[in-house]
């Protein structure tokens, strides 16, 4: 009776358009006031506070707060000077660009909003000027948009080993190959769309020395990433630690090396920093009661013994927990969809046999593809907002990057040493 009035009162709420967070304290409140479960509502307000108080979590407005210093000092302009030396040249090269700035940008914020929105509003305007159809540009600036939650520091992935008792530094370094690998299917399909339409190419030829000039000045803030997650590695700071550094070296690359980063420009930044990682922490906190209500009630449970009565083999049940996590894709974010899913679904693809870190990364991979797919996909309305376009050319410019990411999935699902060699090899 609990979970029946727990799950109905949560979509209830979420259909009539109450926020996700209060639709999600809502149902653990309907669930304690209406259902057999003898607890006193005060215990719900204990595990609400107790949801927010985990000092991993620190982490999530550090390195935001990082990426948004960086951003302000410069960086995004130096990255895609480089990415347009390097891949400028072929046909429709210009989408590659936007791959491998949205790549290397995502390493630095963690945050796939971020990214996109960054990326947009450098990316599409040139993009735009240099002869590309403007949902063309939009459309692959939103699917790569999606690299910043798979490119370590990730703020998805931290979450993700949070709710799991995951190691953080393990799945960063889980993440390294998946994101080459979705990096490299996004370019692949953009270089093809490009030929196919004979997108332009930059004129002149390649120039080394030039090259070599804005690599040299772009080298401080793309080794950022490198150095946040050395740090890491060797052990010498834990995840949230490395946050902490990863500020400090953003400011004195930002205001002492670039000189681009203005004492003004930190109050915004940390204006911005705040109001994203509100949204999330409100979110882990109402949801601690919700996953306690579901676990109690013995849901994990019964979902993973009706899956085994399927005898369905490990394969076949993951993809059954794929095809489960894309459908609430549809219609939730990415953050509330794992805190939600991951205490269900994670037990179910342990007990099949996939590895801790490789579920993580297919939990992030296939919630990341939700961001690009309506109707609720949150790059999309970034993108669009930025190249004010309507949804329905850019989705259907999308389609070529869905199939790329459900076949850079399968690939990880697969083929388990795409996530687990690296970290077998750094001694996770």
């Not at 990214?115 to 540009?137: H, L, N, Q, W």
């Not at 046999?353 to 309506?374: A, H, R, V």
């Not at 050319?393 to 199939?403: A, D, E, Q």
Request: hydrophobic content about 60%; charged content about 10%.
């Amino acid at each position: 009776m609990t979970v029946i009035i727990l799950i109905l009162a949560f979509l209830i709420l979420l259909l009539i358009g109450v926020p996700i967070a209060w639709a999600i304290a809502g149902g653990s409140i309907a669930a304690l006031m209406l259902g057999d479960f003898p607890m006193p509502i005060a215990w719900l307000a204990q595990q609400t506070i107790r949801g927010a108080d985990t000092s991993s979590l620190i982490a999530i407005p550090l390195f935001l707060f990082a990426g948004e210093l960086m951003n302000r000092g410069g960086l995004t302009h130096r990255i895609m000077q480089v990415a347009e030396h390097l891949f400028g040249h072929f046909r429709g090269g210009l989408g590659l660009v936007n791959v491998a700035t949205a790549f290397v940008y995502g390493g630095l914020t963690g945050s796939a909003t971020a990214d996109t929105s960054t990326v947009a509003k450098v990316m599409i305007p040139v993009m735009e000027s240099k002869g590309y159809p403007r949902d063309f540009s939009a459309a692959v600036t939103a699917a790569s948009g999606t690299l910043g939650i798979i490119v370590p520091p990730s703020v998805i992935l931290l979450l993700y080993g949070v709710l799991t008792n995951t190691s953080i530094g393990g799945l960063f370094v889980a993440g390294i190959v998946p994101g080459c690998l979705l990096a490299l299917v996004f370019m692949i399909t953009a270089y093809a769309i490009g030929v196919r339409e004979r997108f332009p190419r930059l004129e002149g030829r390649f120039q080394f020395r030039v090259f070599w000039r804005d690599f040299l000045a772009a080298l401080p803030a793309m080794f950022m990433p490198v150095f946040v997650l050395g740090a890491i590695i060797t052990g010498f700071v834990t995840a949230t630690e490395a946050a902490g550094l990863s500020v400090v070296y953003a400011l004195v690359v930002g205001g002492g090396y670039y000189r681009e980063l203005r004492w003004r420009d930190i109050f915004p930044a940390i204006i911005e920093s705040v109001a994203i990682t509100g949204s999330v922490m409100i979110i882990m906190a109402v949801a601690v009661p919700f996953g306690w209500l579901l676990t109690v009630t013995q849901v994990p449970h019964l979902a993973a013994q009706w899956i085994a009565d399927l005898h369905a083999g490990p394969l076949m049940t993951m993809l059954l927990i794929i095809v489960v996590l894309k459908v609430v894709g549809f219609w939730l974010d990415l953050g509330p969809a794992m805190i939600i899913l991951a205490p269900i679904l994670v037990p179910i693809a342990k007990h099949a046999g996939f590895d801790t870190l490789q579920i993580g990364l297919i939990f992030t991979l296939t919630l990341g593809w939700g961001l690009f797919t309506p109707p609720i996909g949150t790059n999309i309305f970034v993108v669009c907002n930025v190249a004010k376009i309507d949804i329905g050319p850019v989705s259907r410019r999308l389609i070529p990057f869905w199939f790329a990411t459900a076949f850079a999935i399968l690939l990880v699902v697969m083929f388990p040493s795409l996530t687990g060699w690296l970290p077998s090899l750094l001694g996770y």
